[in-house]
């Protein structure tokens, strides 16, 4: 497939075009055509797991020679259950209620004229992704059930897995009936073609970049494609002056410390003045082997809190730290997080409903809490099913994005002859 | 205002910064106090009419002595009537629906969490716009309306009419005790500042151009803040064989002559082999003074008939011109409209429901119609009031885009005291 005779450009536009025209096709099709595909692509994955992971194990060999992190190493590695998790997500995104179809809404004006807008398919999105080879099914499921092309662009140390779990997606895709080109690999892990993908404007609609701040940031700089982008989870838990002391405990350590790897982490805790337990609230996290960077008042309750410096408050630690200081109530806390925030997911911890409805209101960010741990910014725990991934943009789709996000609506208009006048 | 030492991005900087203040004002600032600024601004611009006039005065002569053509002097040219029209449209956008705080759609978890979508403004929208002044009125009142501050560049040729509208904008804004700076113009009509500005993705979260293919194709080439673009109009209106032939008549000749310079204009007709009175439909339009360029199956109909070229089928004329051609069917014209609309407005014209939906259904265009003119493709005839554009792009908004596609959303969750397990 892979011509070296071929730009880039003359490689991404190949794929483009046969990307277009699967697109018309699926379409067209039924929506139980495209969850058949995907049930028969899950089977598929789980039919071809030797396949898969000696293509895995080549590619883990490679990484290790190449002297990848543990970490990447982690994330690249798939065993019997990986594969299985993989074949499940995908069954449950073909579980999943119809996105395309919809009547979002529907006037009848005065002249007759009816006027309904109704979901229908983005068309061709490109996903670029790292290291994790399950994206390649997860990313294709998504697309695939919103009624889109997809074209994967995964990164070249998954190669030989991404190609194994690609050629079970396909086998599904095609015994279905539907067009192999639907989900199609970008067959070279040249990275021009990366460069290629984000300017084919003409062939692709939505590219959504999976991986690191790098990753997502050469994607933005570089894209003339419009980019569901994942910029920074800088998030914040505020511990109002009213918070219930056992509530806002147990919250705070569970919004930083159930898993401090993910975007929906708190990186910041911010505490009313008023608040009479803080003390209790910083030993918690202290206990639970977080490393707390606070203000002059918090290293004050308690010896171990290291001095947090101005960079702390503008810091995704994305790890078993956190920054902590005292404000002097709602309003100071908003005007923190307004300078601070990431604008991803920000919380209120209080009984006071009339300050956690200001809060709510006021705080400009995709996902804002009561009451609740900022560690639930999830599309699955949003009941949205998977997600193709958390957007910080303002247009489109903001926080979660699922099925819902890789839609768009057409306007359909119904009339008895009407001209304008 | 404008500093001469200052560099076109330090401008841009200072506007920006001030345009985010001025946006969390705005965005708080409840319902009625921006309508009530609306009303004041379009009593400000009845008021001062005679500065208005006089500002526009110097424009054209300046317009004049630099050769603008006539039909960009009748753009840029204000009257009595034109400045009563500026008002009376900013007090109807005073008097649409509130398009904030609406909730979009709420679940409940079975762990008890509550989340709802809930309207927001956007945030800062940057307007880039030519010779029409009264854009200046427009724009402002609906990025206002919605919530949003508004940063207004608009061409230099009525750099004198705009001063004088946006003052009068600023003039009713301060008086309803909102901040000056949500209404902002660029203080120069230098271009380096549009380059500033579409590249300020710190600053402002929406680029909408208004103007020209030329405009409109910069915008797009140099922006990295997210552009809702405008592109063709190359709209079909397809005679099926099942059509009331004089409904197709009056449709056909209305769509494309009623105003033949408005983006919602037919510009190719498709005509079915099998509709028996495609020869009166050509001379109908023929007769309306319209120039018809055909295949030859249409040249044969009428002396008068030029034959089309190539290129006919891709031209977006904005005149009284129209390609016609016959097809076998609707699938022959669904086939031509895919691969030669610019997928802004088509319709279809039968009395066969069945072949109207399945139209509807396969022609990926932001608008599709049965049994109406093309020349309806506009906010105000869909009922959304004044509109900021006609978006052929496929994210976020399309179609026509008036107070909806100038706010997005935002997550609200309420707990009580969820943690994630």
Redo the contacts between chains.
Sequence with gaps: MNDLTQTPEMLIATLGARARRAA?II??ASDAQKADALRRAAQALRDQAPAILAANARDMENAAANGLSPAMLDRLKLDEDRIAGAAAGVEQVASLDNPLGSVIDT?V?PNG?E?SRVR?P??VIGIIYESRPNVTADAAALCLRAGNAVILRGGSEAKESNRAIHAAMVEGIVAAGLPSEAVQLVPTTDRAAVGALLKAAEFV??IVPRGGKSLVARV??EA?V?VLAHLDGINHSYVDGAA?PA?AQ??VV??KM?RTGICGSTETVLIDRAYPSAGALVQALLDAKCEVRGDEAVQAMDARVIAASDEDWDTEYLDAIVSVRLVDGVEEAIAHI?VHASHHTDAIITDDAAV?EHF???V??????????T??ADGG???LGAEIGIST????A???VALEGLT?????????????P
Excluded: C
Excluded at 364 to 373: E, G, K, L
Excluded at 408 to 420: A, D, N
């Design positions: 018309s379409a067209q006037v004006r004229l006027l229908v983005l068309g609609d939505l933005q700089e003339r419009p219930d509530m147990s919250l569970n919004a159930r307004d956690a709510l209101n006021a400009d960010s995709a996902i804002v809490m009561w009451n609740a741990s560690q639930f725990e949003f009941g943009g303002r247009l489109h903001r926080g979660p768009t609506y057409k306007w359909i208009v119904r009339g008895t002859g009407q001209t304008r």
